[in-house]
């Protein structure tokens, strides 16, 4: 059984996060999240119940997977052919290899989710495959989750994964924990989805380690809007080189909300590419945060590595920090970084409005085609989500 496996994984995770206590704001790292938010996270009950909402019908030939509840989410769903169940021994042997490789197994938000966890969703990838989904759902209190992924050699597989947290705000506090460990082989490709909506006092914690062979091609897309308290950290490491990474984020706040996404990317071979592009929208009193970290080797000679932080600010009480890193040692490399803080562009707001459009309305549109350039690279199963009434829409306005 799964549990049997994740109990020792439980132990440690306990008896760990008593050693190391909460972050301090003297770990680079934590400096600027609200640390006041995070340890009321950490202090809540486990979940309990799920509140399904208006979840849309389950896009055609998409195979929906829901996690978050004590009900085991492979026991009455038919994985589509080529994705098979990890058994125990697998399980055993592989949970947690791509976390250590990643060099995250022992950091504070993964110690949480090993602490808490009570499931991990365990698959394996043959061939080309149908499009999965997976949903991420709880009513109140602390949710766990965590998946295991191995694409085997030539592997395909679209995955998106849906955190539906549109609720009241008067509803209890909500917070999700979820780690994803996913390896590539060589050749294979993922296109992997993260569509994160929520209101009310709600908090996200969600850590991705990502293995890549050479040839192998993984292509994540993420977008964030509505958590008060939320930190995304994917970390990819390439194995051996010679594979293609691109990672494009969107991150929306307002109110009083902070969201944080902390990248990694590694390169331990030579010929790897990197393109990245992370986009903010911060309105009210908000505070979005980004930290890119990029290492190139000596070993990862011929690198071609590209990271954009762009950010548009909504409001002159609203906040970015972001933080672009290079370390490179390897001399025979292309890469190149920036960071760019805006506001709307004047001119084009006058364009539209010289034409009839109303300001409100020409800001909207200004907003919506910034957010596109994001939004529209999701998995094509996240278009049932992003028109029901589950997730905030993140081309509306904030």
């Known amino acids: 059984m799964v549990k049997s496996v994740l109990a020792p994984v439980q ?6 996060l008593e050693k190391l206590g909460l972050p301090s704001r003297r770990e680079e790292a934590w400096r600027l999240a609200d640390l006041k938010r995070l340890e009321a996270m950490a202090s809540l009950p486990p979940a309990e119940g799920v509140v399904e909402q208006s979840w849309p019908a389950v896009a055609q030939a998409v195979t929906r997977l829901v996690i ?11 994985l589509p052919e080529g994705v098979s169940r990890l058994s125990d021994s697998e399980l055993e042997q592989a949970l947690g290899h791509t976390l250590d490789r990643c060099g995250c197994a022992e950091t504070w938000p993964v110690e949480l989710n090993h602490a808490h966890s009570r499931h991990v969703v365990a698959l394996r990838v ?3 495959v149908a499009p999965l989904e997976i949903v991420l759902a709880a009513g109140s209190g602390l949710v766990s989750t965590r998946v295991l992924l191995l694409l085997e050699e ?9 955190i539906p947290a549109e609720r009241d705000h008067a509803a209890p506090p909500l917070a999700h924990s979820h780690v994803i460990e996913v390896h590539l082989g060589q050749e294979a490709r993922l296109r992997h989805g993260l569509l994160a909506s929520a ?3 709600a908090s996200l914690l969600a850590h991705l380690a990502v293995e890549q062979e050479p040839r192998s091609s993984y292509d994540f897309v993420s977008v964030c809007r509505g958590w008060r308290f939320g930190r995304l950290e994917p970390r990819v490491l390439q194995v051996d080189g010679q594979a293609t990474t691109r990672l494009n984020g969107l991150a929306m706040t307002g109110g009083d909300e902070q969201f944080a996404t902390h990248t990694g990317v590694c390169f331990q071979g030579p010929e790897g590419a990197l393109d990245q592009l992370q986009k903010a929208v911060a309105a009210d009193r908000s505070h979005s945060i980004f930290n890119g970290a990029i290492q190139v ?7 071609d590595a590209s990271q954009l932080s762009r950010n548009l600010l ?3 009480r609203a906040r970015v920090d972001a933080k672009p890193e290079l370390e490179i040692v390897a001399d025979d490399v292309r890469c190149a970084h920036g960071a760019t803080v805006s506001q709307l562009q004047q001119d084009q707001l006058f364009y539209l409005r010289s034409r009839g459009v109303a300001a409100d309305e020409a800001a909207a549109l200004l907003l919506k085609g910034y957010c596109c350039e ?8 996240a278009a049932p989500w992003l028109t029901s009434s589950a997730v905030s829409d993140p081309a509306r306005p904030l």
């Open 314 to 316: 909504l409001s002159s």
């Open 126 to 128: 043959r061939g080309s």
């Open 297 to 303: 080797p000596r070993a990862a000679q011929r690198t």
């Open 199 to 201: 209101s009310g006092d």
């Open 68 to 78: 978050g509840t004590e009900a085991d989410p492979l026991e009455t769903v038919q």
């Open 154 to 162: 030539k592997a395909e597989l679209d995955l998106l994964q849906v």
């Open 11 to 16: 132990e440690r995770g306990q008896v760990n």
């Open 374 to 381: 994001v939004v529209d690279r999701l998995p094509a199963a």
